[in-house]
């Protein structure tokens, strides 16, 4: 059965024109006028969009005691209610575990997906068996390594480790994710405030500070460089972290930036709120910043400097936060986004000339795809991509509350937010999933997406530059010092 989008403006990361999009089998097969389906959604007034893709997610995630409430059902369905059509999830082996057994684990949750999905594999111990398993991960189609240079004596890798992995990425043509913060600085921290006494929430910010950020960031890009790898930041959140982003793509370096809409439109007040719960719920790594951070993150996605973003999503209930009343270090980290992330973005970037129509899906769809190496299958409207498409209706208004929310968890960080600009229609592979505020997903209708290397084998320079081979210098023996 084919389905015709009639009538609405097509806006993708080049460019806004009219048109009507033909679907069939999943697949988009024809855009031009007066096109005519088996089923007509009217797109009047409305902007067609690629759906978003949110390449940042924690579902069901094993994590400080206990895992995140969202899994991939409950994750995906609030994804395409707020119009984002993929996610990317982390899967994450535990220290000495293999990745293939992790990766099986991974595949069956999210077996009840109702959108499409991919893995990103994080490499968090290093041995002979990591090494061997990273060329079978990238043959079941999973290009992207993370590395998290925080939670130290869990999930944390040391430098040699970061380094060893990285050249093991340019060998596979993969590309190596970090995030990036100081674990042993924050470890240290987090001890010095809790024997002065300082256990409650706002503790949490002060133990991760933005130069733990920005230190960890310019030092993966140093060690990314001479790798000769690209490297992707995820959830990149004060200007000490952006100014390194900067100053390496200056220099020709591959480094990509992804902000999160929380850190956007989130700061570092939320934590001196007077109640507990309201600073637990928004305990998260790294922390809300101040003005000035998000200032420079609108900047890096206006030039360009920031290329995405991304949520981190990774919610806990009211109950799981209280793990940590006496001891903010015990405080799941993670907060919730995936519904709002593309009408937060629309309402505090387009709707405020920030952002460009046109940068609005590069930021939430295009780039990332790109990135991924899943471009034009994901992130275009084109002829021959999937049909995972949003119906964005620009008129289209809410207060974003809990109550309403598909999300599992009992409160929004965004709770009472006045969003304007809406999904109108949803589509997953040609599906409609979302109808304005009714529901249509498919539990099990997500599929995998695979994604091939990014780069030939040995070939993912981070910059334009020949890496010599070490070179033994022949001395003359009589300028050798005596004894030698
Ligand atoms: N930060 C979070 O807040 N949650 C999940 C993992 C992370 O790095
Ligand atoms: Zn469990
Ligand atoms: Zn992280
Ligand atoms: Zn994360």
Not at 87 to 94: A, G, K
Request: proline share 5%.
């Amino acid at each position: 059965m084919s389905t015709v989008i009639k009538g609405g403006t097509i806006v993708t990361a080049d460019r806004t024109y009219k048109s009507d999009v033909l679907v069939d089998g999943g697949k988009i097969i024809e855009i031009g006028e007066n096109l005519s389906g088996d089923e007509t959604l009217d797109a009047s007034g409305c902007y067609v969009m690629p759906g978003g893709i949110d390449p940042h997610v924690h579902l069901e995630m094993p994590f400080m005691g206990t895992h995140s409430a969202d899994n991939f059902e409950i994750g995906t369905r609030a994804g395409l209610a707020g119009g984002t059509t993929m996610v990317v999830d982390f899967c994450l082996p535990s220290p000495g575990q293999s990745m293939m057994e992790a990766l099986a684990i991974w595949q069956q949750k999210s077996g009840a997906a109702c959108s499409d999905y991919s893995y990103h594999m994080a490499v968090t111990w290093w041995g002979e068996q990591v090494f061997n398993e990273m060329q079978e991960v990238v043959d079941r189609g999973i290009n992207t390594f993370k590395h998290f240079m925080a939670y130290k004596g869990a999930l944390m890798v040391d430098d040699d480790e970061m380094f060893a992995s990285f050249q093991r990425c340019a060998a596979l043509g993969a590309m190596p994710l970090v995030h990036a913060e100081n674990g042993d600085v924050v470890a240290t921290m987090q001890q010095k405030l809790l024997a002065e006494g300082n256990n409650g929430p706002e503790a949490h910010s002060y133990s991760r500070p933005p130069e733990v950020e920005g230190e960890a960031a310019n030092r993966a890009i140093m060690i990314a460089d001479m790798a000769g790898v690209p490297l992707y930041i995820v959830h990149t959140s004060c200007e000490q972290a952006h100014e390194a982003i900067r100053r390496a793509r200056q220099k020709g370096m591959r480094v990509y930036g992804e902000p999160l809409i929380q850190h956007l439109t989130l700061d570092d007040s939320e934590y001196s709120n007077p109640s507990w719960d309201h600073a637990a719920q928004r305990v998260m790594s790294p922390p809300f910043r101040s003005k000035q951070h998000q200032d420079s993150l609108w900047a890096g996605l206006q030039s360009g400097s920031l290329q995405v973003v991304a949520t981190d999503h990774c919610a806990f209930t009211m109950e799981q936060k209280r793990f940590g009343v006496g001891d903010f270090t015990k405080i799941p980290n993670g907060t919730g986004g995936l519904e709002d992330r593309m009408p937060m973005l629309w309402s505090t970037g387009v709707r405020t000339g920030r952002l460009t129509m046109n940068e609005f899906v590069a930021v939430t769809s295009t780039n990332i795809a790109k990135i991924l190496n899943m471009y034009p299958k994901k992130g275009a409207i084109l002829e021959g991509a999937d049909a995972d498409i949003v119906v964005w209706d620009p008129n289209r208004s809410k207060t974003i509350t809990a109550a309403n929310q598909q999300s599992c968890v009992e409160y929004n960080v965004f709770e009472g937010r006045e969003v304007v600009g809406l999904p109108r229609f949803t589509l997953t592979r040609g599906k409609v999933a979302i109808e304005e505020s009714t529901v249509k997903t498919e539990p099990g209708h997500g599929e995998f997406v695979g994604r091939e290397p990014n780069a030939p084998v040995g070939a993912a320079l981070s910059k334009w530059k020949e890496i010599t081979a070490p070179r033994k210098v022949e001395r003359r023996p009589e300028l050798m010092p005596a004894g030698v």
